[in-house]
């Protein structure tokens, strides 16, 4: 077994005879992602099954991506309002958090977006999340050597001073209530599930609010729905049963992926000291198996 750097643990498969050898990718993460190692390198094999659902699309650059957020978090609390950013729990809260302690604590952020130095109070609304991001803080072993490094020096790359646990249904509720500004990170990532979905019927229709989405939102989730109705007037989404207008600002923030792209993959296959005779794609749609296949020679 190889690291992956899907997400912290996940690894590919390689099973070899004195005939025969094959190397399953599995779920495979793209180059540079906060907190985890590069992954691994496969010996040579006579068959590749390989991953391929992005194989048709390039990830933005990272640096790109924090400084994206950087702007959008900045304006978005302009107004005093409350950020909500629907994330899945496990690997895309953790890599927000880590981004955001870069911008809070890394002095050319710091003096990029001086709005974010003060300190505004940044809620994980999850109980798996909570969980999986206390299990990673437990993990820094296995940490990639960047988030190692930040540990050392006293800058936890996954915790900072004002970044609190809502850890009841109480605080859950007192937090509904709160003034913002203030920034919430809440499953599910598509709310169509989790408490995010009463923070939506809180705040989705109050104008000084901001709704923050970084990652993928499936046809006929509230998620998806909010992206395609916040840009037509009088726009509003069923949340539970109820009729929302979409009065607050709406981002998307599109790099987060624990899914390599076509570069990345094409990378990896490429560091193989030998080109698998065989490969076979997998977990793709057809239109990106098939530009991953062009991309890699066959």
Not at 88 to 104: H, K, N, T, V
Not at 272 to 284: F, R, S, T
């Amino acid at each position: 077994m190889g690291r992956a750097g899907h997400i912290l643990g996940s690894c590919f498969v390689q099973i070899s005879s004195s005939q025969f050898s094959v190397v399953f990718s599995g779920d495979l993460g793209p180059r540079h992602t906060p907190i985890l190692c590069e992954p691994d390198i496969p010996d040579p094999c006579d068959l590749l099954i390989l991953e391929s659902t992005y194989g048709n699309r390039f990830h933005g650059d990272r640096t790109e991506r924090i400084e994206q957020l950087g702007h959008i978090l900045s304006q978005a609390l302009s107004d005093n309002g409350k950020v909500y950013i629907p994330s899945f729990a496990l690997g895309r809260s953790q890599e927000l958090i880590y981004e955001m302690d870069r911008l809070f604590t890394d002095p050319q952020w710091q003096e990029k977006f001086p709005a974010l130095n003060q300190k505004i109070p940044v809620f994980i609304d999850s109980p798996l999340g909570t969980e999986i991001t206390k299990i990673y803080s437990k993990l820094s072993d296995f940490w990639d050597k960047e988030a190692r490094n930040l540990l050392r020096q006293g800058d936890h790359p996954i915790d900072f001073d004002h970044l609190y646990i809502v850890e009841s249904h109480h605080h859950h509720k007192k937090l509904l209530e709160m003034d913002g500004p203030a920034i919430i990170i809440a499953g599910s990532g598509m709310c169509h599930g989790g408490r995010i979905v009463n923070h939506l019927k809180q705040g989705l229709e109050k104008s000084e609010n901001d709704v923050l989405f970084v990652g993928y939102q499936a046809t006929g989730t509230p998620g998806r729905d909010i992206l395609k109705y916040s840009n037509f007037p009088g726009g509003y989404v069923i949340i539970d049963g109820e009729r929302l207008y979409i009065n607050a600002t709406i981002y998307q923030l599109s790099g987060y992926s624990a899914h390599a792209d076509q570069g990345d993959l094409v990378q990896w296959v490429s560091q193989i000291p030998e080109k698998p005779k065989n490969i076979k794609l997998v977990h793709g749609e057809d239109e990106a198996q098939t530009a991953l296949y062009k991309a890699l020679g066959f």
